[in-house]
């Protein structure tokens, strides 16, 4: 079971570009990488997902090395509304998806 | 296609009562998760199940139940409610590996 860290705080400013890493040495071949975006009183929503290198949609990029023990979400231009706390999850090939503490995203005017 | 729904979505419960929390999706996925976030934290796997009649422990059981003799439903059974227990319960479906998670709106549980 592949177990994720990642910072547990960010500060950004509107139109900066925010990159939040998540560590998950213990990836297993089969698992895929999904990041989770949630606000207060809401159940996380999915961002994207991944599995190597690069993925872009039409909200943020994700990037994954060639050894996978880490990715990266990138959110370009973060506006005030992307402040939440964002999951990055890793697993579910043995059907237990377990999240980690999660980055908090402050993002200022 | 409502996805997945959860009900009730408050409900305060007095010590020692029980209560089961009903979760539903309609989108034929084999994987259905029981979560709970306490205040400011993150979300801790209570249950799941990868099929009918299939159920596992995740990171904090104790206390819960659940069952899955159907597909589409996935009940959490909450047996002699403990203050400890006072959290936002979450029910989420995912069809298998590749894909994402689908949640419920959530129900805030709340034990005096």
């Known amino acids: 079971l592949a177990k994720t860290t990642q910072p547990i705080s960010m500060d950004s400013y509107e139109g900066q570009e925010v990159n939040i890493t998540c560590s998950h040495n213990?990836?297993?071949?089969?698992?895929?990488i999904t990041w989770y975006q949630q606000f207060p009183s809401q159940g996380p929503r999915f961002i994207i997902q991944?599995?190597?290198t690069k993925v872009t949609n039409e909200v943020a990029s994700l990037f994954i090395p060639a050894d996978r023990k880490s990715s990266t979400l990138s959110l370009p231009r973060v506006s005030l509304s992307d402040t939440a706390v964002y999951y990055c999850?890793?697993?579910?090939?043995?059907?237990?998806?377990?999240f980690g503490k999660g980055t908090k995203l402050s993002v200022k005017p | 296609n409502a996805g997945v729904t959860q009900t009730p979505k408050f409900r305060i419960l007095k010590i020692g009562q029980s209560m089961t929390l009903q979760c539903a999706q309609d989108?034929?996925?084999?994987?259905m998760y029981w979560y709970r976030q306490d205040p400011g934290m993150g979300l801790k796997l209570i249950y799941y199940?990868?099929?009918?009649?299939?159920?596992d422990k995740g990171e904090v059981p104790n206390g819960y139940n659940v069952s899955r003799s159907t597909t589409e439903y996935f009940p959490l059974r909450l047996e002699l409610a403990a203050p400890s227990q006072t959290s936002v319960y979450f029910c989420a479906s995912f069809r298998g590996q590749g894909e994402k998670l689908f949640f419920g709106s959530g129900t805030q549980l709340s034990v005096l």
């Open positions: 213990n990836i297993a071949t089969n698992d895929y």
């Open positions: 199940s990868v099929g009918a009649g299939i159920t």
């Open positions: 999850l890793v697993g579910g090939s043995q059907g237990n998806l377990i």
């Open positions: 991944g599995y190597k």
């Open positions: 989108m034929n996925h084999n994987y």
